[in-house]
């Protein structure tokens, strides 16, 4: 296994992360199509990744309706101290005016469920999972910093926020002395490249890690989609159209990567998991599986070293097209001369 520093947090987290968005939920849309694994089928996954050196492992409490959570804690008995355990909150998770969001109350309330849950008394990474429109980012700040400062959380991070609202957050913490966050857990992957724009460029400025969640895009880059259709009918992506692509785009994405894993012997989902871990901005990749097979195979994505001509095929065939300012920026050619 290889690892990463987390920010600069002095944590080092593992290049490739267990994602536990498959544990739980049978019979409860959507978690019915997502994986709805039974705990004995969960706990073999988080065994082969642990025996093979993952120590990042993350949830978060909408999953399952907390019951992917449940099982994490039940798992992880006798071994809590073996990973830096993430989880999320922010996302509706009950019927009540006050079940949703980034208020003081809400954060409060599912910081407290988490920990039950999870049967332990910290989280390594708490991260908000989206946006609250209407709770101003102080609050929920200062809602985070008091949670660090009770020693229930370790690290704060973000999850699927814009790129000003991170900045507008670390300048709230920086100014008012609150905890910062460490790290944003965002979409990546060749299908869909628009953190690059304005996201990554931050990351790096802030030194903030990068988590990539869903990079074979919902599986459709695992190899078993192309122009012909699905060549597994209970794929997730034949039942679940999420993320959001462009289809055309990513069969031609598809095209090539089938040609670049076969030169390395590997799978397509290998390839496209190689390229994502070769991002200079990535610190580590969530992988989700169902399935032992998929998840050694997923792991198996790190021993590939993929060549420069590797890259700048991948590179130019899922190229984003240019987006405003950042076209201009590029064609102002600020050189100094000499």
């Known amino acids: 296994m290889q690892f990463d520093q987390l920010g600069t947090t002095g944590v080092f987290v593992s290049r490739i992360a267990l994602g536990t968005m498959t544990f739980g939920g049978a019979g409860t849309p959507p978690w019915n199509v997502v994986g709805a694994l039974d705990l004995p089928a969960a706990e073999k996954l988080v065994g082969i990744a642990l025996d093979a050196g993952v120590n990042l492992v993350d949830t978060a409490d909408m999953y399952a309706g907390g019951e992917c959570e449940e099982m994490l804690g039940k798992i992880l008995k006798g071994r809590r101290d073996d990973v830096v355990l993430a989880t999320k909150a922010a996302a509706r998770i009950g019927p009540g005016p006050n079940d949703v969001g980034l208020s003081r109350l809400h954060l ?121 259709g699905a060549s597994d009918e209970q794929a997730r992506r034949a039942k679940a159209d999420v993320p959001p692509v462009d289809r055309e785009r990513v069969y031609d994405i598809i095209d090539v990567l089938r040609e670049v894993a076969a030169r390395h012997d590997a799978t397509v989902a290998q390839a496209a998991l190689a390229w994502v871990l070769a991002r200079p901005a990535v610190t580590s990749v969530i992988v ?51």
């Open 288 to 338: 989700g599986a169902r399935r032992p097979e998929q998840l050694t195979d997923n792991l198996a994505a790190l021993d590939i070293e993929l060549t420069a001509e590797d890259m700048e095929r991948l590179d130019a065939v899922s190229a984003p097209a240019p987006t405003y300012p950042g076209w201009m920026h590029a064609d102002m050619g600020w050189r100094h001369p000499g």
């Open 108 to 228: 409060t309330r599912a910081l407290e469920q988490s920990l039950r849950r999870l049967r332990t008394d910290h989280v390594d990474l708490y991260q908000i999972h989206t946006i609250d429109p209407l709770t101003p980012i102080e609050q929920t700040l200062l809602a985070l910093d008091d949670a660090v400062r009770q020693g229930k959380v370790r690290y704060i991070g973000v999850s699927n926020l814009a790129a000003w609202q991170i900045a507008k957050a670390l300048g709230v913490s920086d100014r008012r002395g609150l905890a910062r966050f460490v790290s944003s857990q965002s979409y990546y992957s060749l299908a869909g490249r628009d953190i690059e724009a304005e996201i990554v460029p931050l990351l790096a400025e802030e030194k903030l890690g990068l988590l990539v969640y869903s990079p074979l895009a919902g599986g459709l880059l695992s190899g078993k989609f192309d122009r012909s």
